[in-house]
């Protein structure tokens, strides 16, 4: 199974459906979200793509009530406080905005940890687990949108970048 992985959209819309439609090109089921939706609004694009959607709260969600209730409208969408194990199949997954804030045992008791907060692609492990920051959906600290695609069979992580000058800021 293919899920998305993204994060610190901060209310850029557009380039969120972008980087959505991408996603499903390549397959993608399910997106981990890892905080920062920032407004209601933002999940306009996610109840457009029709895919199902877990997601954190960041430090720049300001109505996280108002993304609760949006997300309660839509099938499949579903946000938590930060941070937030899950399981999908036999993959124990952590989803955080900072990482930061879990203790290391807690990133060690997880097959996979999905973070955010720090605007920047990244992969890479401690012990057995695999640690992902899919970037900056909103692309407004380094220029350009970015996700990722994380297969759970392999562990292969594709990360997705909008390089079309429209979408540079």
Not at 19 to 28: D, F, I, K, P, S
Not at 101 to 120: M, N
Not at 152 to 166: M, Q, R, S
Request: aromatic residues 6%.
């Amino acid at each position: 199974m293919k899920v998305g992985l993204m994060s610190d959209t901060h209310d850029r819309v557009p380039a969120v459906a972008e980087l959505l439609a991408q996603m499903m090109e390549r397959g993608v089921g399910m997106v981990l979200h890892a905080g920062d939706f920032c407004s209601p609004f933002a999940l306009k694009p996610f109840e457009d793509a029709n895919v199902a959607l877990a997601g954190v709260f960041g430090r720049n969600d300001g109505d996280p009530e108002g993304l609760k209730a949006i997300a309660a409208q839509g099938m499949g969408q579903e946000l938590f406080e930060s941070p937030h194990s899950l399981t999908i199949g036999e993959h124990k997954i952590l989803l955080v905005h900072d990482i930061g804030d879990v203790a290391a045992r807690s990133v060690k008791s997880h097959h996979i940890v999905v973070h955010g907060l720090e605007h920047q692609q990244s992969m890479k492990t401690r012990g057995d687990t695999l640690i992902i920051n899919p970037g900056e959906a909103c692309g407004w600290i380094h220029g350009a949108p970015t996700a990722a695609v994380l297969d759970l069979d392999t562990k292969h992580v594709e990360f997705i970048k909008l390089a079309d000058p429209k979408w540079q800021y």
